[in-house]
């Protein structure tokens, strides 16, 4: 957590602004480096600009739906290695299966508290491998310094 | 008439001839006057006419007429007894008008009449004129009525009979000339009687003799008739053949014969002769013609005959055909008898046979008439002995309908006749249709011998006929019913149906509204529950106690409508059959610990001592890991909310059935029996006031049993109120099929 660089970069995308703010202001008080989007067009474009470590994708969204988005991060190089945390308020049946067919990696069921939020972004991140081959290790990602 | 009466006669025709009188005539003819010569020239021509007359009855007109004509007997009547006649008939009369005379006649049995003892004793008599009823009784009935009139008797002999008696009319004395005649008419009239008697006795005696000849020969038995000493006297011609033979006749022949006289004289032996009466006996004779053996029955008699001594009739009866067709007999009999038992044990057993059929059964004869019939029939047909008169009546008719029955058969061609008889019951009149099946049953001959007709109540199939029919309309009017109601089933089902859809669209639309409401609800709930926890926190910047102790609250009251919120979405989902089951390899005892730790601050807070009580390798469980955990946290977190001082134990241990078994019992407040099915409804918590004690939805065992269900497992409960509760998930190791 020395260098901006070492900390996660986290893509919240949320078209219900209070929430994405929450989760930004919580996250990047977590020590984690923010982006945002309010929709699916815009998640894709951020994904590629900022290349960010993970995805926090809400899935009911204007524009572009979070599965959509989803699969097109997936069928996108340049962004298909990036884990996707799907987030909903949505629980009824098939939302969680369609999310996971879309792409996403883990899912989320809002409410979430933004402590609860943080443990699952720290354990999917433990869980995948970095883009640079190597893999996170520990409780915190700790980046080596390039 | 015997022989000694024809000798007595040719004695009498010796000393006596018709030409006795004559000579003696002709001398007092030469000697009389010439009125005497008249007289003698009309006693002449008398004789002449005599001579020439040969019938008594045209003799005796002749004898009246000169009488009338030359005597002057105005009146005369001649009464004649004919051979064998026990009376006086009226040969010829004299000087009668009427026509009676030739019919009068005199019994010689009565007595009474003095014609006839005038007859008997030979004297003649004077019967004077009657004048009186007195007079008349002493005179006998004649043609000269009242007039008087002699009797004089006629006959040539004193010591004979009187051939005849002379009535005379007039009451002038009995001349000498009238003497004379009577004598002479006497003579004459002894002559003719005694020579037509003779000439008949004569010729019946050879026609009496020829006929018992031919009849004794006649008689295909032998008869014969032998002395004392068994000499042959007279044979009949079958007799001669036995017993006779020429010297020319052959050796065998004679030997026969000689053989058979033997044997006859033997059979006639003095015993037989001794014997009074008539004797049987069986005789052996030979055959003289074939000298096969002849069988006779032997009748012998012994005859007294005063003049030629007693002797011996002997009848002889062929009896060898007699005894063959005896024996014949006998043996035919014998065969009959056995046949006869044969064909009664045949029909004993034939008559139990017909008896032991329960259906009247009557056998008739080709003329209509019953022969045989068995014991119900007879019940039908016959009258009892005590039977009232409409009883009898019933029987009577009975018979008629079957006779007509039986009558239409027997004329008709048929071999076999179906039919049915309206008979009665002779117990009690009811009408009783029997059905009658009636068989010819011809000879080899082809003729009619008999018919059978079986009789078959018909009133049981009537009655089931009828019960069938009853009960088919009364399947057919519930098969109506059935159809009836089924219609109308169906129309409800159809209602149902729609009405199920209609409820099944709502409870869909409910359950989308209220996933989409909780959607709505967890935006913002999301929001105050993210800033509340990011102010405690002090993400923000340092809080104040009392501001932090506010915040909790908060935060608190967050956290349970998020319960609720979620409670309802998990009821709606189940409802909505739209809870999906992820199913994965769990292990038991990290789940507990899980449940237990994630429930820890809650733990600590309440100062109860949770146990953990895990059996020792417990196989893993194939199940919906979150959903086991859901439900084991809200056990306990249930158990720590109930429970104000003791323990609360988790227990996993296996079960029956292959079944892992997760307890949570705690020393609560307890459920009361009766209330131990309540807690699993929705919404429900018992205590409903107000004001009560407990927090919560009341969804949460509701929940919890619908999930177990879902696993296949069970959720039960066991608890007293007052002394605590345990609840146990069994859950199967296999997992949900």
Known sequence: ?146 | MGVGARRHATKRNGSATPYTGVPRVRVAVEEASEEEQEQLAARVRLLEGFVSRAEVVDCTQYALQWAGEVLGVSQSICLVRPAGEQALFAAAHYGFTSSAVATFAVSLDDWNNPLVTTFANRKEIFFPAAHSPSDRKRRPSTPFEDAAFHVIPLGAALAEEALGLLLIGGSDLISSDLHWFTSIFSQKLDQLLRTQGLVEADRRQGRERSLLHSIINAVSDPILLTDTEGRLLIANQRALTLFTASEEESEGRRGAVRMNNMLLSSALSSKAIEETGATRRELLLVNPADGSDLVFELLSTVTEDPRQGSGVVSILRNVTDLRRASEEIEENYRKMRVAEAQSRAESDRLNLIIDSVADPIVVTDASGATSLMNEPAERLFTIPQDASAIEQRWVQANDAHFSSFIAGMLVSADQRRVGEIGLSDPRNGEPMPVEAIAGKIMSEHGELTAVVTILHDRREAIEKAHLYEQLKQASDELERKIQAATADIAQQNELLRRQAIELEQASALKSQFLANMSHEFRTPLNAMLGYTSMLLQGVGGEVGPNVKRQLSRVESNGRHLLTIINEILDISRIEAGRMPLQLSRIKVPELVSEVRAELEPIILRSKLDVKLQIEKDLPALNTDRQKVKQIVLNLLSNALKFTHHGSVTISAKRGRDKTICISVSDTGIGIAAADHEKIFEDFRQLDNSPTRAYGGTGLGLSICRRLAQMLDGKLTVQSQLGKGSTFTLALPIKGRK
């Open chain 1, 1 to 146: 957590m020395s260098t901006k660089d070492a900390r996660p970069r986290v893509l919240i995308v949320d078209d219900y602004p209070d929430a994405r703010e929450m989760y930004s202001e919580y996250l990047q008080f977590s020590g984690f480096d923010v982006v945002e989007a309010a929709n699916g067009m815009e998640a894709l474009q951020r994904a590629v600009d900022a290349s960010p470590d993970i995805i926090l994708m809400d899935l009911s969204l204007p524009v572009m739906d979070g599965w959509e988005a989803t699969r097109r991060l997936k069928a996108d190089k340049r962004t298909a290695a990036i884990p996707v945390v799907a987030l909903t308020g949505h629980a009824l049946a098939g939302i969680s299966e369609g999310a996971r067919m879309a792409g996403c990696d883990a899912f989320v069921t809002k409410p979430c508290l933004p402590e609860d939020l943080v443990k699952e972004i720290r354990r999917v991140l433990d869980e995948t491998p970095t883009r640079k081959g190597g893999r996170r290790s520990g409780k915190y990602a700790k980046n080596t310094v390039n």
